[in-house]
């Protein structure tokens, strides 16, 4: 009797959704491509969170460094080295997974409140850093262009449906690998690690290192993210990768469920729609336009609050949990 492994399974998914995706893209009008454009980007980014602290236990407050890492290095390979955009984007996942593995031998020893005052540091600095070095544009930034569609595609193939395809095909590529990862033998060492780490050294696990390799890999999938985002706006630069960018991924993850991979478009599509919610707001209710700028700050927060206060393992738990009880 033929069966399906686990594998198999998930790949078989992926392409389930990459065909639906491939469907709805052909759907949907410009703006709404853009927008799962992003929502995509924000997947990755969020799953890279997960990655590092729901399977590894280490925690960061400074991802949207990471990403800016990555989103510097593709631009970089574009405009200096005139490199294929796709390229660029591998170097982007590969110059900041080497960025996070040499972080990662720096911080390999800190843990908890220590390892986040270390990233979130990093996030504070990077503009201050991207300024002194004239290669990365100063404040200006530097431009990243993917170019015009392929014209095998037709003159109606516009340039948000390519934004929409190579989001799409990049993102799912990566969650393919890491899904396939995490339910390998690091993933099983990764969670021991994160269960008990005293534990998992006794038993002959070298716990240095495979934090180290988490926050590689992590770093990596940040990067692409990052080079995905600058993709989106068309250029990176200080102003692109705020402080504010870490808190909202953070948030994303805890929406999601920090412990699991499988929710990640909801985060994804939490945080593209909370500037959405936030303009509809303002055009009801009216307000200043400092009340307009912090208005998606302060949805954030509160999303936040409430999903630790009441699904702090995501909304899959808490579903679960009430169908027990009822």
Known sequence: MFTLTPSKKRTLFFVAMGWALLVVGDRIGELRQYQGSFVAMYSLAIASIIV???????????????????????????????????LALVIATFVAGLFGL?????????SGPYL?????????SLPTLANQFPILGGEQGVVFDVGLPPAR??????????????????????????????????????????????AAALSGLNTGRLKVLAFAISSGMAGLAGGLLVMLISGVSPSAFPLSLSFSLLTGAVVTGVYSL????????????IPEIADSLVTRIG?????????????????????????????GKLLHSFKKHH
């Open 153 to 198: 595609f037709g003159e109606n193939f516009s340039l948000y449906k390519w934004f929409f395809w190579i989001s799409c095909l990049a993102v799912l590529l990566m969650l393919w690998l890491i899904s396939n990862l995490v339910s390998s033998r690091y993933g099983r060492t990764f969670r021991a690690i994160r269960d008990n780490e005293t």
């Open 52 to 86: 590092l602290t729901g399977y590894s236990g280490q925690l960061s407050l400074g991802h949207g460094a990471l990403m800016a890492v990555g989103a510097y290095a593709g631009a970089l390979s574009i405009n200096n080295l005139h490199l294929h955009p796709a």
């Open 262 to 273: 499988k929710g990640v478009m909801l985060g994804g599509l939490v945080l593209v729609a």
């Open 287 to 315: 307000g200043s336009e400092g009340f307009t700028a912090t208005l998606p700050g302060f949805l954030v927060s509160a999303l936040l609050i409430l999903a630790v206060l009441f699904a702090p393992n995501g909304p």
């Open 102 to 110: 040499l972080l990662g031998f720096g911080v390999a020893r800190l």
């Open 116 to 124: 986040a005052g270390t990233t979130l540091a990093l996030a504070v």
